[in-house]
């Protein structure tokens, strides 16, 4: 069975930084793209970024990615999401995603059940 | 980027009822689109790939169609467990981006 467990979440003062992390399993985790997107309170969702297998490619949201930082452990089956200067405007729900890529296909098959992050001021 | 535009943002319907929810990009996404579903719980399962393509699992009941700029999720007859937001999300060109959602209410 795919697992994807974030943790990390929390309070966090604004204009600090947090990092989050997502435990993979029941999969080949190094097969596979990865992601992540957020979903503030009452909000839709939004695309953070993804990172591929070797991690040689990783690609964000332009509004984002001088915020956010990408990576992951192939050894430790880990994606993190490492995010800095948080501002009110970054409390939201983080989800991490498995990207399923083939032929026309790309979509988000697997969603982790979400870690939320609420940024104080 | 390419903005989502999906209407309605919610819809009153009833059990048995056919239902259709549409996905407007801001320009032509060659095919290149999904959707989402999303428990009140905050659950988020994929039911649909490159338009009209069922992921695994997902009942016949859902259909995607659609081409150019305009797509659609349509639901054929209403279970429970179907009341619950709905996301389209296009794949043409990064940054990848989410509809609105619409919210389908009992």
């Known amino acids: 069975e795919v697992k994807l467990v974030e943790s990390g979440g929390g309070l966090v003062q604004r204009g600090r930084s947090l990092k989050l992390s997502c435990a993979a399993s029941?999969?080949?985790?190094?097969?596979?793209?990865m992601g992540w997107v957020r979903q503030a309170p009452g909000k839709g969702l939004e695309w953070i970024g993804e990172?591929?297998?070797?991690?040689?490619?990783?690609n964000y949201s332009p509004s984002l990615k001088d915020k956010f930082t990408i990576s992951r452990d192939n050894v430790q089956n880990t994606l993190y999401l490492q995010m800095s200067r948080l501002g009110s405007a970054d409390t939201a729900i983080f989800y991490c995603?498995?990207?399923?890529?083939?032929?026309?296909?790309?979509?988000?098959?697997?969603w982790g059940q979400g870690v939320l992050v609420t940024v104080s001021s | 980027d390419i903005q989502m535009t999906q209407t309605p943002s919610s819809m009153p319907a009833s059990l048995g009822e056919r239902v259709t929810i549409s996905c407007r990009a801001s320009q032509g996404i060659s095919n290149y689109l999904n959707w989402y579903q999303q428990k009140p719980d905050g659950t988020i399962k994929p039911l649909i790939y490159y338009t009209s393509n069922l992921q695994s699992g997902v009942p016949s009941r859902f259909s995607g169609s659609g081409s150019g700029t305009d797509y659609s999720l349509t639901i054929s007859s209403l279970e429970p467990e179907d009341f619950a937001m709905y996301y389209c999300q296009q794949y043409d060109s990064s940054p990848w981006t989410f509809g609105g959602g619409t919210k389908l209410e009992l």
């Open positions: 990172i591929n297998q070797d991690s040689s490619t990783i």
């Open positions: 029941g999969f080949s985790f190094n097969d596979y793209w």
């Open positions: 995603v498995r990207a399923a890529n083939y032929y026309s296909s790309y979509i988000f098959d697997y």
